[in-house]
Nanobody, 127 residues
Framework: QVQLVESGGGLVQAGGSLRLSCAASGRTFSSRAMGWFRQAPGKEREFVAAINWRGGSIAYADSVKGRFTIARDNAKNTVYLQMNSLKPEDTAVYYC????????????????????WGQGTQVTVSS
């Protein structure tokens, strides 16, 4: 079992930055890929970024490439999402998620590949 708690959301002006954190409980964090997703009002949940269990492979949605950076610290059971050059269209509830499999040789980028989800943190970018 993995429990996830996000933090770091808030209100920021366009062009600003935020860093989201996702703290995980459980002994299998370091063995699972981790992902960030977001859901804006009236829209489907969408993939943002993911990192494999070792931290050596990363994937980003095209909409955030060059602006967002995902990283993990397995010693702290935490995954981060650094968000720079924020835009109003980045406004959403951001969720972290843990891969359903252990030691997967891939970077999962669809929600059905994840079994464990946090409660979400709101990010609002004003224009």
């Amino acid at each position: 079992q993995v429990q996830l708690v996000e933090s770091g959301g808030g209100l920021v002006q366009a062009g600003g930055s935020l860093r989201l954190s996702c703290a995980a409980s459980g002994r299998t964090f370091s063995s699972r890929a981790m992902g960030w997703f977001r859901q804006a009002p009236g829209k489907e949940r969408e993939f943002v970024a993911a990192i494999n269990w070792r931290g050596g492979s990363i994937a980003y949605a095209d909409s955030v490439k060059g602006r967002f950076t995902i990283a993990r610290d397995n010693a702290k059971n935490t995954v981060y999402l650094q968000m720079n050059s924020l835009k109003p269209e980045d406004t959403a509830v951001y969720y972290c998620a843990a891969d359903q499999n252990l030691y997967g040789g891939y970077v999962p980028n669809t929600s059905y590949q994840y079994d464990y989800w946090g409660q979400g943190t709101q990010v609002t970018v004003s224009s």
